[in-house]
C-alpha cells in the first residue's frame, strides 16, 4: 500500500513537472515571436499567439498591403480604365458614333441632290443627262427619317450608358470580392500558423507520452484543413483577379483597400425612385418607342406623292456636231411599294413600338425588384454587424482560456481544436459581412445614379 500510494504520488509530481516544462516551452517561444516581431518592425502583424486576438485584425493587414504598394490599383481608376479600354464599352460608343453619322445624312435630305447619267446607244450619239433636284414636300417623309435617326441616336447613347453602368456593378462587385477574399485570406494564414503551432505543441506532448497519439492526428488533420482552405482561396483571388484584367483589358497589380462609402438615411422608396429616373435601360426603351413611331410616320408618308423642283440639262453629241439642252421642271412622284407592301411596314413598326413598350414595363419591374433584394439585404447585414463583432471577441477569449484548461486537464485537445475553428469561422463571417455591405451600398448608390464617372473619384 505504502508502496503503491509513493508512485501514485511520483506519477503525480511527474506529470506536473511535464506541464511546467511545457509551460515554459509555450511562454518562451511566445517571447521568441514577440522578439522577432519587435525586431521587424512589425509585431502582431504576421504571426498569431495563444494570448492574442491576431485574426481578428485582418483589416489592419489588408491596410499593410496596400501601404506597401503605394501605388496600387484603386477602384476609381480601373473604372475609368475599363471604360476606355473594355470591348463591350468600345463597342456601344463605335454604335453610338455611327447613329450620330446617320443623324447627319439624314438631315441632309433637306439639301438638293445632284445626279448625272450617260446613254451609249447603239448609234454614234451620246447622251449625258445632269439633273440637280430639291425635294418640296415629301408628305412628312423627311421630317420622319431624321426624327427616326434622333430616336436612333438616342437608343445608342442610352445603350452606351447601359453598357458603362454594367461595367461598373461588374468591375465594383468583383473589386469587393477580391478584398472580401484577401482578408479571408489574411484570416487563413493566420489560422494556418495557428494550427501549426498546435501541431507541435501536441506533438511534443504525444512524445513525452503526455497526450494520445488520436490527438496528433486530430490536429494534423485540421492543419491540413487549414492549409487546403488557404489554397481553395488563393484560387479564388486568382480567378477574380482575372475578370478584373478582362474588364479592364491590362494586368492588374495589388488593389488598395476601398474607403468606406457614406450611405446615409437613404430608403428603398428613395432608391426606387431614383433609379427609375436614372436607369440608362429605361431611356433606352423609351428611345425606342420613339424611334418605332418616326418609323412608322415615315411608312404612312410613303402614300403621298412627292413634289420635286429640279433643273435637267442634256448634252447630245455626234460625230458631226453637239446639241446642248437645259430645262426646269416641277415633277410628283409617287412610289406605293410592292401590293400593299407599305401597310404591312406600318403594322410591324407600330407592333414594335408595342413591344418595347412591354420591354419597358418588364424593366421598371425589374429595377424594383433588383432594388427591393438589395435592400433587403442590406438591412439583414447591418443587423448583423453588432452580434457578429461580439461573437468575434467572444470567440477570441474561448480559444485562450480552453488552451490554458486543457494544459490542467479540464477541457479535451479537441475542445482546443474546435475553439480555433469557431474563432476563424467567427472572423471570416465579420470579413464577409463588412465588405458585402460596402459592396451592397455601392451598388445601391451607382443603380440611383448618385456614383457616376463625374463624382465616384471622390466617393470611392
Do not use: C
Not at 518562451?28 to 516581431?37: G, R
Not at 480604365?81 to 455611327?98: C, G, H, K, Q, Y
Not at 487563413?188 to 511534443?204: P, Q, T, V, W
Amino acid at each position: 500500500m505504502g508502496i503503491a500510494r509513493a508512485n501514485a504520488s511520483d506519477d503525480r509530481y511527474t506529470q506536473s513537472d511535464e506541464r511546467l516544462d511545457i509551460n515554459l516551452e509555450i511562454k518562451e517561444q511566445v517571447l521568441e515571436v514577440q522578439s522577432m516581431h519587435s525586431a521587424t518592425g512589425r509585431a502582431d502583424a504576421t504571426e498569431p499567439t495563444f494570448e492574442e486576438d491576431t485574426i481578428s485584425d485582418y483589416r489592419g493587414w489588408l491596410l499593410d498591403t496596400s501601404e506597401d504598394v503605394f501605388l496600387g490599383e484603386t477602384l476609381p481608376d480601373l473604372l475609368l480604365e475599363a471604360f476606355s479600354n473594355s470591348p463591350d464599352v468600345l463597342l456601344r460608343r463605335s454604335e453610338l458614333e455611327a447613329a450620330g453619322y446617320d443623324l447627319s445624312a439624314a438631315k441632309w435630305a433637306r439639301y438638293p441632290s445632284l445626279s448625272a447619267d450617260v446613254e451609249l446607244p447603239d448609234s454614234d450619239e451620246n447622251v449625258a443627262t445632269v439633273r440637280l433636284e430639291q425635294s418640296l414636300w415629301t408628305g412628312g417623309r423627311i421630317t420622319g427619317q431624321i426624327d427616326s435617326a434622333k430616336a436612333d441616336e438616342e437608343v445608342a447613347k442610352a445603350a452606351f450608358e447601359e453598357q458603362r453602368l454594367s461595367t461598373m456593378l461588374d468591375l465594383t462587385s468583383t473589386y469587393y470580392e477580391v478584398v472580401r477574399l484577401k482578408a479571408r485570406f489574411q484570416i487563413g494564414m493566420a489560422n494556418e500558423s495557428e494550427h501549426r503551432r498546435l501541431l507541435d505543441i501536441i506533438e511534443r506532448r504525444v512524445a513525452a507520452n503526455v497526450s494520445a497519439q488520436a490527438d496528433q492526428t486530430q490536429a494534423q488533420a485540421r492543419f491540413q484543413q487549414a492549409v487546403r482552405d488557404r489554397i481553395a482561396i488563393e484560387q479564388q483571388i486568382a480567378t477574380a483577379m482575372s475578370r478584373i484584367e478582362r474588364i479592364v483589358a491590362r494586368p492588374v497589380r495589388e488593389l488598395v483597400a476601398p474607403r468606406e462609402v457614406q450611405f446615409g438615411n437613404r430608403t428603398a422608396a428613395s432608391l426606387i425612385r431614383q433609379s427609375l429616373e436614372y436607369s440608362p435601360a429605361l431611356k433606352r426603351l423609351t428611345a425606342q418607342i420613339e424611334a418605332s413611331k418616326a418609323q412608322v410616320e415615315v411608312t404612312k408618308s410613303n402614300k403621298w406623292p412627292q413634289l420635286v423642283l429640279g433643273m435637267k440639262s442634256t448634252s447630245a453629241s455626234d460625230t458631226a456636231a453637239v446639241d446642248d439642252d437645259e430645262s426646269v421642271y416641277l415633277s410628283f412622284r409617287v412610289q406605293t411599294g410592292a401590293g400593299l407592301s407599305n401597310l404591312s411596314e406600318a403594322r410591324a413598326a407600330a407592333s414594335r413600338a408595342e413591344v418595347s413598350t412591354h420591354e419597358l414595363l418588364a424593366e421598371q419591374h425589374e429595377l424594383r425588384r433588383q432594388i427591393q433584394s438589395l435592400w433587403v439585404e442590406y438591412r439583414g447585414l447591418s443587423a448583423q454587424i453588432e452580434p457578429a463583432r461580439a461573437l468575434q471577441a467572444a470567440s477570441a477569449e474561448i480559444i485562450a482560456s480552453y488552451l490554458r484548461q486543457f494544459q490542467v486537464g479540464r477541457k479535451t485537445w479537441l475542445d482546443v481544436l474546435n475553439a480555433q475553428r469557431e474563432k476563424t469561422a467567427a472572423s471570416a463571417a465579420m470579413a464577409d459581412i463588412e465588405y458585402t455591405l460596402m459592396n451592397i451600398k455601392t451598388q445601391l448608390l451607382i443603380l440611383a445614379g448618385e456614383i457616376t464617372v463625374t463624382n465616384m473619384e471622390h466617393i470611392l
